[in-house]
């Protein structure tokens, strides 16, 4: 089992940049990192994710905008957010899943607002 917290939350600019993080309380080694996100009204959905040999995959609506990464050492990964827009408006949760018995994890989540 595995406790994430996520950070980095908040107010940004339209056309701005931001970066989340999500720690772990312990290894992340063994699993498939993800960043999802649900806004008002609407499913959560699949924003990002990259495996443990660090591959990634993206939702199209991020794609060329959002780069998800992972430092193993430090049990953390990251999420760089630009040219954000107001539909990026959401609560975004950090995800860690363990392919073999597909248990999953799931941090507090954290608010970002794009103001125009």
């Known amino acids: 089992q595995v406790q994430l917290v996520e950070s980095g939350g908040g107010l940004v600019q339209a056309g701005g940049s931001h970066r989340l993080s999500c720690a772990a309380s312990g290894s992340i080694l063994i699993f498939v990192m993800g960043w999802y996100r649900q806004a008002p009204g609407k499913q959560r959905e699949l924003v990002a994710s990259?495996?443990?040999?660090?591959?990634?995959n993206y939702a199209d609506s991020v794609k060329g905008r959002f780069t998800i990464s992972r430092d193993n050492s430090k049990r953390t990964v990251y999420l760089e957010m630009s040219s954000l827009n107001s539909e990026d408006t959401a609560v975004y949760y950090c995800?860690?899943?363990?392919?073999?018995?597909?248990?999953?994890?799931w941090g507090q989540g954290t608010q970002v607002t794009v103001s125009s």
């Open positions: 995800n860690a899943e363990y392919a073999s018995t597909k248990s999953r994890f």
């Open positions: 990259i495996t443990v040999s660090g591959n990634t």
